[in-house]
């Protein structure tokens, strides 16, 4: 038995309901806060940071729900970066920051220590610092200094009650003025423009999958039937889409409490097909099971294939990711996909993730779990101060 209410994901208005933290309504604004995140950073004066050059390296501070920022900014550099960019969850800052180094410090309420501490020292220390976080908030102070620069999230992420307070639905408030600051910097391609259609994809998946539509014609509905009562294992077919399979992974255990693993092509293809005739790979179906005589079954393996454009994707990858997928079928190892519609790298990813950051909402709400609240994440929290 999967535990999952199927009728009240056929109610939009139960849903609703059922959503105290109100995460739907966030996701649902996902291309909003892209829209005045633009405003907000292009107000703050991110063209600036182009008039003192490229710097020699990039740190990326973030932790948590908030790490997202920094892998997308990986998956979208990519091995051509002109740069190295490297991603800190905390302290210490690498001893060989300085005053040719950026660093880039993302949290919604300004406070998280580690980003806070590595913005901190960079300063300290004479480096560009970028901050996003919340206004008045230690990160905000730093960010104010000369030569630096600090964007707040947008008003939709300080409401409060909402859920959107949390990093996990505050992605585009903090990724966004990243993105323009790399633009700006030209370590990727990322202008106003291009963000535009970013949040016009977004809108469009908000339209997909909105609460009022049946799980029939509802892909995050679909896809949230299909992982009940399973151990997803999310696997990206390559560099872009790995930041979408990381973040699928936490979006599923923070928001549906359901433990994920996460790889990308090809790397971890071996790794992946391995664990097809483990204790949750049960083999192909017995039709003459009998759940009263031989028990209920256990949660079993899910493959979750996070796909890109198929005409963007390499020959001999696309022929690897339907190996795996052949695999997986013939060991017994259910298999669901995600496959981005065409367009630019960032519109792409945009669109996987608002589909895997639905599918996890629905999850936790037709399995009774309130997706923007975690009793035992608030007690690890007050435990460690």
Aim: charged share 20%.
């Amino acid at each position: 038995m999967t535990g999952i209410d199927e009728t009240l994901l056929a109610d939009g208005d139960a849903l609703s309901a059922a959503d105290p933290s109100g995460v739907l309504r966030a996701l649902a604004g996902a291309g909003a806060q892209v829209r005045e995140a633009v405003d907000l950073t292009v107000a703050a004066g991110v063209d600036r940071l182009a008039e003192e050059g490229r710097p020699r390296s990039v740190v990326v501070a973030a932790l948590g729900g908030a790490s997202s920022v920094a892998d997308v900014l990986l998956s979208l550099a990519g091995r051509g970066c002109p740069v190295p960019v490297v991603v800190r969850r905390g302290g210490p800052l690498p001893s060989w920051v300085g005053p040719l180094d950026l660093v880039v410090a993302v949290s919604v309420s300004g406070r998280a220590p580690g980003p806070v501490g590595l913005a901190v020292e960079a300063a300290r220390r004479g480096a560009r610092v970028v901050t996003v976080g919340a206004e008045g908030s230690p990160l905000a102070e730093v960010g104010a200094r000369g030569g630096n620069l600090h964007v707040p999230p947008a008003r939709g992420v300080r409401a409060d009650g909402s859920a959107v307070r949390s990093s996990r639905f505050a992605l585009w408030s903090l990724l966004t003025p990243v993105l323009l600051a790399a633009d700006a910097l030209d370590l990727v391609q990322a202008p106003a423009g291009l963000l535009g259609q970013v949040a016009d994809r977004l809108d469009t998946e908000a339209e997909t999958c909105r609460p009022w539509s049946e799980p029939f014609v509802n892909p995050a509905k679909a896809l949230a039937l299909e992982l009940a009562g399973t151990v997803p294992v999310v696997l990206a077919d390559g560099d872009l889409m790995a930041a979408a399979a990381r973040r699928s992974a936490s979006v599923l255990a923070r928001t549906a409490r359901v433990p994920a693993v996460s790889g990308a092509l090809p790397d971890d293809a071996g790794d992946v097909v391995s664990t097809f005739g483990g204790p949750f790979s049960a083999g192909p179906d017995d039709v003459f099971a009998d759940p009263f005589l031989d028990g209920p079954a256990g949660p079993r393996e899910q493959l979750l294939l996070l796909r890109d454009a198929p005409a963007v994707v390499p020959d001999a990858d696309l022929a690897l990711v339907e190996a795996v997928a052949t695999t997986a079928g013939e060991a017994g190892v259910r298999v669901s996909e995600v496959v981005a519609e065409p367009g630019p790298d960032l519109a792409r990813l945009a669109q996987v993730v608002a589909r895997t950051d639905y599918a996890a909402t629905y999850l936790a709400l037709a399995t009774g779990t309130d997706p923007g609240q975690s009793p035992h994440l608030a007690d690890l929290r007050e435990r460690t101060g």
